[in-house]
């Protein structure tokens, strides 16, 4: 069974650094066509893709954000780490990881954790 | 980025109905478009995948199509379990971008 659970801090202050965990089971992040990203949503707001690492360790980022993320994985432990740097109350959101599946052409965010919810308040 | 437009923003159906909503693309994905479901503190939930095909274990009264900009998600039988937000995602080219979503509830 498929699962990704994300952890970290519930409440990060402004300028702080934010780390976040995926801890992946039921799948492994080297198998050909597999992928990890990481998605936000703010309160209210659209879903926003934020970086994603492959099977390969290829990694992706925003370009928005590129200068404030660091993506990462461990295999050893079935993880994805991202950083943030530089946090604001702006960035107060939901944030999600997901395992995304390419095959044939397609592409499938097809499991997802449930969500952390951050928030950026002194 | 390319922008995902999602219509309407909420839809207010009755149990039984046909329900339709539409996602357009600001430039050709071809079918590079996925639809999910997503329900308050749950993990969102794949129901679509490259425009019209049905995830596996997913009922068969959701049903999508389109191709280019212009795309559909159609229920054919609103189930009372049905309730949830709703949102397409393009994976064209990355970023990957998403519709704000089509909250549906029952009348």
């Known amino acids: 069974q498929v699962t990704l659970r994300e952890s970290g801090p519930a409440l990060v202050k402004p300028t702080q650094t934010l780390t976040l965990t995926c801890t992946l089971s039921g799948f492994s992040l080297t198998t050909d066509g597999m992928s990890v990203n990481w998605i936000r949503q703010p309160p209210g707001k659209a879903l926003e893709w934020l970086a994603g690492?492959?099977?390969?360790?290829?990694?992706h980022y925003s370009m928005s954000l590129k200068t404030r993320l660091t993506i990462s994985r461990d295999t050893s432990k079935n993880r994805v780490d991202l950083i943030m740097t530089n946090m604001d109350p702006v960035d107060t959101a939901t944030y999600f990881c997901?395992?995304?599946?390419?095959?044939?052409?397609?592409?499938?965010?097809?499991?997802w954790g449930q969500g952390i919810l951050v928030t950026v308040s002194s | 980025d390319i922008q995902m437009t999602q219509s309407p923003s909420s839809l207010s159906a009755s149990i039984g109905d046909r329900v339709t909503l539409t996602c357009q693309a600001s430039r050709d994905i071809t079918t590079y478009l996925n639809w999910y479901q997503h329900k308050p503190g749950k993990a969102p939930k794949l129901l679509i995948y490259?425009?019209?095909n049905l995830e596996i274990g997913v009922p068969s009264r959701f049903s999508g199509s389109g191709s280019g900009t212009d795309f559909t998600f159609t229920i054919t039988s609103l189930q009372p379990e049905d309730i949830a937000t709703y949102f397409c995602q393009q994976y064209e080219i990355l970023p990957y971008t998403f519709g704000q979503g089509t909250k549906l509830e029952i009348k």
């Open positions: 490259d425009a019209s």
């Open positions: 997901t395992r995304e599946h390419r095959d044939n052409g397609w592409s499938k965010l097809d499991y």
């Open positions: 690492i492959e099977w390969d360790d290829t990694k």
